[in-house]
């Protein structure tokens, strides 16, 4: 009959477990390892308020991003219109993550104020970054041959731009 030997079997389930033990306590290790230096670099931008009349722009550079990607949150807002008006928000080095989108057209009435929550990617790779605002006119009226336009919104003469980080 032939003979068992279990000292064998146990010998090898034993180190195959202590090399699993081994293996998952150094995984263990590198993850933690790894979420200590894993957070996203702050990308600050240059706050300011701007009151701006048709034809021009105003501009709020963006710091950090030049050694990769950083992470941007900022308020701005759109206020003191005083008649029609279309803003067009422009971006460089600037990947918006909330709207406005670069190239968006923003079209305000008399009065009206708007707050916009920009949270995007900066990667500036050592350039210059910014968001900007620019004030291109009044926005087109709806008006056709044989309407009366009498009620039509005049141009505005100005409008307001603040900007800040949110935090």
Do not use: K
């Not at 003191?80 to 279309?86: C, I, K, M, R, Y």
């Not at 920009?118 to 709806?142: E, I, K, T």
Request: hydrophobic fraction near 40%; charged fraction near 15%; include cysteine.
């Amino acid at each position: 009959m032939p003979v068992l030997d279990i000292s064998r079997t146990l010998f090898v389930r034993t180190s195959s477990m202590r090399t699993m033990f081994v293996r998952i306590g150094l995984g263990a290790a590198m993850l933690v390892a790894a979420g200590t230096g894993a957070h996203a670099a702050e990308a600050r931008l240059e706050g300011g308020t701007v009151t701006l009349t048709q034809g021009e722009s105003a501009t709020f550079p963006i710091s950090g991003g030049g050694n990769g990607p950083a992470n941007l949150d900022a308020q701005c807002d759109i206020s003191d219109v005083s008649g029609s008006a279309s803003i067009t928000f422009d971006g460089e080095y600037y990947v918006p993550l909330s709207s406005p989108a670069v190239g968006d057209v923003i079209t305000l009435s008399r009065g009206d104020t708007r707050s916009y929550q920009l949270a995007g990617v900066v990667d500036s790779q050592g350039r210059d970054a910014y968001v900007a605002f620019r004030f291109g006119g009044a926005a087109a009226a709806m008006c056709f041959p044989g309407m009366d336009c009498s009620g039509a919104e005049g141009e505005a003469g100005s409008v307001t731009i603040s900007c800040r980080n949110a935090s």
